[in-house]
């Protein structure tokens, strides 16, 4: 990808990575990634807002051949995916230095092993001068790291959010527009990295939204030409209302906890309920994280496995617990033959959901008439606390 104009003097740099389908060993990425770097030059200095992914280092590196003065780095975030090239850029010019904040300057000297004399570290609201424009960096403690900080260029009313407002979007296009698809990779980039940081991501949307920026210029996916959008949907994503919705991951090795969940499901339909199953033997974690969104009541369905969960089950249980979602309700439906401890086990994976847990229902072998009694007033009973909330 050749350097792309968005302003004078303002160039988006960085690589888009088509193909990269696993970030972190862990999440996936559907419509692959990109890694965004900006150039910024002022009529006295140079400014280089993040950098790449090591993998696609050469990309940016032969981007900036005709760049002849790099002044500062600006790391946002110490993350590899930003910051892995920052001893590459600084081979190709020494004389520039880092600009981070003080927790950022201890991350980057333990991950990339960089010289204490090339850092500069800045307070939050301080700015730097390149000649015609400053650079002003405004604190962000996690929205996904602690040490996280974003820039504002006032002069051009460009907001530089790194990881914060961004998507795992691969995409030719500079801008998001309105689309809708740049909205649901969105989601999932808030669901899969940011959820946990809900109520600290609500105090740094207050510190950022009064400033006056015309673009949103995050470090992964599409600038947002409209920044409105995405503002509006974490507001939404954030917040701690949910909405009428019940999601049900399960696990089922003979049928019986499958036959449960279909029962789940008929019968929250009925009652009005929105329902999403999840298969864990072949569900997208990221779909299940962009569930969890907006859940109200999470109703984990499993089959027994010598006495516990069906591991698939244990790991989603852990996914939920560790991503923190806004559920206000939780249930457990599932099967066992000689003995089971499930709902101790699920229970016990699930500390940081602050949910009132409803009446689970068990069956031992195949599902009979009065378990499949139980599904259904289960149901009723996620309708009544729907109800209570005035979602339904």
Known sequence: MQP??????IHLMGAIDWDRRLFDALIPLPDGTSYNAYLVKGSEKT?????????????LLAQLEDVQRIDYIISHHAEQDHSGS??????????????????????????????????????????????????????????????????????ERILFTCDFLGSHYATSEMYTGNRPEVRVAAKRYFAEIMMPFRTTIKKNLQKIEDLPFEMIAPSHGPIHDQPRHILSAYHEWSSDQPHNLAIIPYATMHGSTGEMVERLVNALVQ?????????????????????????????????????????????????????????RFASLIGSYNWATKVVDQITGLIPNLKVEVLEPVLCKGMPREDDLLAVDQLAASIADKHRELKLL
Request: avoid cysteine; proline fraction near 7%; charged fraction near 20%.
């Open 271 to 327: 009652q009005g309920v929105k329902v999403e199953p999840f298969n864990m033997a072949v569900t997208d974690i990221g779909d299940l994280a962009m569930a969890l969104v907006d859940a109200a009541t999470i109703v984990i369905g499993t089959s027994t496995v010598l006495t516990g969960a069906h591991p698939n089950i244990v790991y989603a249980a852990y996914l939920a617990n560790a991503l923190r979602p806004k559920a």
């Open 47 to 59: 400014a280089l807002l993040d950098t790449v992914d090591p993998s696609v280092s050469k990309v």
């Open 86 to 155: 920052i001893g590459l850029v600084l081979d190709r010019f020494p004389d520039a230095k880092v600009i981070a904040t003080p927790k950022g300057k201890t991350y980057l000297i333990d991950l990339l092993h960089l010289p204490e004399d090339v850092f500069i570290t800045v307070d939050d609201g301080e700015s730097i001068s390149l000649g015609d424009r400053k650079l002003k960096f405004i604190h962000t403690p996690w929205v996904h790291w602690p040490e996280t900080m974003v820039t504002y260029l006032p002069e």
């Open 4 to 9: 792309r104009k968005i302003r004078d003097g």
